[in-house]
């Protein structure tokens, strides 16, 4: 299933894009698309059989924003240096282990909501991203498979990172990575049953129409399964958190100088294999 949240910023409600591409309304039978949903079975069997039946509403697209695909994200766990290409681009070893990093929930906006260059930056950077949604508690995992099992589904992520905050500034990653804005998601939250194979879809983004990524997730250094894995050994998962799996190469970091760092005006578009496509104009915060 495709799920996802149109309506206006903040009060967006729960739907479902069908097969034949129409958008349907499931605000009749479920509240929200959030963890708690994910991690009930029933409700999701209502959602499909509704669907299948042909139960559901269709929406006027029209005007209609769609929103983040996922309410009340507990946290987002993010995964640095996780492709060989882009760990060769920017002249960094691959990691003997996954670079982890968070970002705060409330980074996330809509697909095509604007993103905001944060006030005194000079580096703001793309990175298209497979954002991985957890269905259920996942601590202490075993293995690759048991980890993916502990999967509600998968969406398009944009890690927006602030190079100079993020490096050049002492301390954390995290500087560079929770400007207002820095973490589009969406358009869909695509069940873990429509990706059979996370290793193998393709990410690409584009700036102001020129292509800049074009990578697949066979590159990754660390597969989604052993992510999900290794990030359980530290911390628990719960239904709703957000794992970002990591960019491949072609980020405006890893370009020669004059590096092509975003500025205002400028448009990105991102897609995964499957997943949808994001739209951002770029804003001066």
């Known amino acids: 299933m495709k799920l996802l949240r149109v309506g206006t910023e903040g009060r967006e409600r729960p739907a479902l894009l069908d097969p034949d591409g129409t958008l349907r309304d499931l605000s009749e039978i479920v509240g929200d698309i959030d963890g708690t949903l994910l991690a009930d079975e029933d409700a999701l069997g209502r959602i499909r059989s509704a669907a299948a039946d042909g139960d559901l509403p269709a929406l006027d697209t029209?005007?209609?924003?769609t929103g983040p695909p996922l309410a009340r994200i507990g946290k987002i766990v993010c995964i640095g240096l996780n492709y060989h290409d882009h760990a060769r681009e920017t002249g960094a070893e691959p990691p003997a282990e996954p670079v982890v990093f968070f970002k705060a929930p409330d980074t996330v906006v809509g697909p095509d909501d604007t993103v905001l260059i944060?006030?005194?930056s000079v580096k703001t950077d793309w990175e298209v991203e497979l954002a991985v949604v957890i269905g259920r508690t996942a601590r202490y995992l075993e293995s690759a498979e048991e980890a993916l099992a502990h999967v509600?589904?998968?969406?398009v992520a944009h890690d927006v990172s602030e190079r100079e905050f993020q490096i050049e500034r002492?301390?954390?990653?995290?500087?560079?990575?929770?400007?207002?804005?820095?973490n589009p998601l969406g358009p869909w939250l695509v069940t873990a049953d429509e990706v059979p194979d996370p290793q193998n879809l393709s990410l690409r983004l584009w700036v102001n129409g020129e292509l800049k990524q074009n990578g697949t997730t066979a590159e990754q250094i660390f597969p989604v399964g052993e992510v999900v894995r290794y990030v359980s050994r530290f911390m628990t998962l719960y239904p709703g958190d957000v794992v970002n799996t990591g960019t491949p190469a072609g980020v405006a970091m890893g370009h020669p100088e004059p590096k092509p760092y975003l500025r205002a005006g400028d448009v990105v578009e991102l897609e995964v294999t499957g997943l949808g496509r994001q739209r951002q104009v770029l804003a001066q915060a």
């Open 118 to 120: 944060p006030r005194g």
């Open 170 to 182: 002492g301390g954390t990653w995290d500087k560079g990575k929770n400007c207002e804005t820095f």
């Open 152 to 155: 509600a589904g998968y969406a």
């Open 62 to 65: 029209a005007g209609l924003r």
